[in-house]
T-cell receptor, first 114, second 111 residues
Framework: DGGITQSPKYLFRKEGQNVTLSCEQNLNHDAMYWYRQDPGQGLRLIYYSQIVNDFQKGDIAEGYSVSREKKESFPLTVTSAQKNPTAFYLC?????????????FGPGTRLTVL | GQNIDQPTEMTATEGAIVQINCTYQTSGFNGLFWYQQHAGEAPTFLSYNVLDGLEEKGRFSSFLSRSKGYSYLLLKELQMKDSASYLCAVSDSGGYNKLIFGAGTRLAVHP
């Protein structure tokens, strides 16, 4: 079955530690995205990648970093510089990045900073 | 600026019809999406509108008026499993498929 996987489902981190969230897709999609979801707010774009070895900052990139070394993988690192990292993180992908390309979402990772 | 407004919460009765409204103000427009999201799960695609009018898909329909910056999602014959958040998202025009999301409408369906 094609789809997007994210791991782990739940993640706990001590303040001051970096943590990496995994996102893998086998849909052969070129574009991938990372969003953050907080209660009462819409999804906010952190980073996006249109093609391998290229990525761009979204609206709230500060304190985060990404890489796109393979088409299937788009890991997100939450660094200690992110002031309020506790949130639900969603990874998504789309066939391309223009026109009507609906985004398909992974199951999400809930990160809690202790 | 970019702004998408939806009601925060709605309640409805099983078997009834509910309409969830969405108004938007964006710098560009390349279509409007509706997603369904159950608590703690991934959003799933429901509908896409880029031209004015009504798109029907089973129990769900979505309407768009570009001149008014307005859309609605209509859910018929409500079922308990329709209790979820419904996200309105506008695809901004430009070089890539950027989606601007509203905060979502949490729908509770009661027996």
């Amino acid at each position: 079955d094609g789809g997007i996987t994210q791991s782990p489902k739940y993640l706990f981190r001590k303040e001051g530690q970096n943590v990496t969230l995994s996102c893998e897709q086998n849909l052969n999609h070129d574009a991938m995205y990372w969003y953050r979801q907080d209660p009462g707010q819409g999804l906010r774009l952190i980073y996006y990648s249109q093609i391998v070895n290229d990525f761009q900052k979204g609206d709230i990139a500060e304190g985060y970093s990404v890489s796109r070394e393979k088409k299937e993988s788009f890991p997100l690192t939450v660094t200690s510089a992110q002031k309020n990292p506790t949130a639900f993180y969603l990874c998504a992908s789309s066939i391309g990045f223009q026109g009507r390309n609906e985004q398909f979402f992974g199951p999400g990772t809930r990160l809690t900073v202790l | 600026g970019q702004n998408i407004d939806q009601p925060t919460e709605m309640t409805a009765t099983e078997g009834a019809i509910v309409q969830i409204n969405c108004t938007y103000q964006t710098s560009g427009f390349n279509g409007l999406f509706w997603y369904q999201q159950h608590a703690g799960e991934a959003p799933t695609f429901l509908s896409y509108n880029v031209l004015d009018g009504l798109e029907e898909k089973g129990r769900f329909s979505s309407f768009l008026s570009r001149s008014k910056g307005y859309s609605y999602l209509l859910l018929k014959e409500l079922q308990m499993k329709d209790s979820a958040s419904y996200l309105c998202a506008v695809s901004d025009s430009g070089g890539y498929n950027k989606l601007i999301f509203g905060a979502g409408t949490r729908l509770a369906v009661h027996p």
